[in-house]
């Protein structure tokens, strides 16, 4: 068995995924690590020319991937992210990033007994995807 196997996430979007992603670092942190676009020499359909090929990015410590949809139809969004933020102040912060033009579907509050030393919150970002954002309950530290 490999142990150094690492499981990245690999999103598809509608042909905004660079635009995701410059969302998801301005909200978390982090880093492209390489993206690769279509162009006239390697496109399958014209529409694609110019869309993201593949992206690799960082998230923090975890690696990510995605790119847009080939065929320009309906992408699979249902797979929620969740995040671990250092304090109630980041968490509200990428909330508030990810919530523009999005949907706050559970603002962040503590969990319940006996979790209740973390808060979380669940918020579905303009591209489809929706995010557990957690934290540490301020009013257990």
């Known amino acids: 068995m490999n142990k150094n196997i690492e ?3 690999y999103l598809s979007f509608k042909g905004n995924c660079e635009e995701a992603v410059s969302v998801y670092i301005n909200a978390f942190g982090g880093e492209i ?5 279509w162009t006239e ?3 399958e359909t014209p529409a694609q020319i110019g869309k993201v090929m593949h992206v690799e990015f960082n998230l923090g410590s975890t690696r990510m991937a995605g790119g847009d949809s080939v065929d320009g139809g309906e992408v699979k969004t249902d797979i929620s992210l969740m ?3 250092d304090s109630e102040a980041e968490a509200l912060r990428a909330i508030s990033v990810l919530a523009e033009s999005g949907t706050i579907l559970s603002p962040l509050k503590p969990h319940p007994e006996p979790d209740d030393g973390g808060c979380g919150s669940l918020t579905k970002d303009r591209f489809g995807y929706t995010w557990i954002i957690t934290c540490p309950n301020p009013a257990k530290q």
């Open 7 to 9: 499981v990245i996430p």
């Open 33 to 37: 690590i390489w993206m690769s676009h």
């Open 41 to 43: 020499k390697n496109y």
């Open 83 to 85: 995040i671990h933020m």
